[in-house]
């Protein structure tokens, strides 16, 4: 089993590459989808976040918007944020990968939002990362509900900056590009993938 890491700045697109890698036969855990788990009501996470942070708990779940209000441009009560959700996260993708691998898959696909900002790449046998131009990144974002120019501004001090990432990625994904072109290079990704998970097994 191979496992291969899938990331990039907010906006880039990164649930809709990974569906297409899922499409294709990657088994695709989502970073995201786990935390919405976790904070749902009575969730591991959100009896945790309501200890630390009772104002962002709405009818037993956690509300992510004045969640997010609480500890963006707060450096100290992100930092306790993460101690709390992080571990959570990390054991609900090593669950995960523990059925993969009974299941015996070929390929599972992670989507690490923070891949590079954790120093995350010694997890993974290769690195996708999804990028897009940034006026498109921008339009993307602000499209979002709630979402303002200083809440993006603020999300993208805490990430490594795209060109960055894209030096460091093993494979990259331009999503600027109409659908069916970012669908063919993800296709061509994945045959490469394909031809390293059937190298390692042979080795």
Do not use: C
């Not at 104002?55 to 037993?60: K, L, N, R, S, W």
């Not at 499209?143 to 990432?165: N, S, V, Y």
Request: net charge negative.
């Amino acid at each position: 089993m191979i496992v291969v890491g899938l990331t990039g700045s907010i906006g880039m697109g990164k649930s809709t590459v990974l569906k297409m890698f899922e499409a294709l036969g990657a088994a695709a855990w989502n970073a995201d989808d786990a935390v919405h788990r976790l904070y749902a009501k009575g969730a591991a996470g959100a009896l945790a976040v309501a200890r630390d942070f009772p104002e962002a708990i709405v009818d037993g779940a956690v509300d992510r918007e004045k969640l997010a209000a609480l500890v963006l441009g707060n450096p100290e009560k992100l930092r306790r944020l993460e101690e709390i959700v992080h571990p959570l996260v990390s054991d609900d993708r090593a669950d995960f990968l523990a059925r993969a691998e009974s299941d015996h898959v070929d390929i599972v696909m992670l989507d690490i939002p923070l891949l590079f900002e954790k120093s995350y790449e010694e997890m993974f046998d290769a690195i996708v990362v999804v990028s897009a131009p940034a006026d498109v990144q921008r339009a993307r974002v602000l499209a979002r509900p709630g979402m303002t120019e200083a809440k993006f501004e603020a999300i993208l001090a805490q990430q490594t900056p795209d060109a960055e990432k894209r030096a460091r990625a093993d494979y990259v994904i331009d999503t600027g590009l109409p659908l069916e072109e970012t669908k063919a290079q993800v296709e061509g990704v994945m045959s490469e993938l394909k031809r390293l998970s059937a190298t390692l097994a042979r080795g």
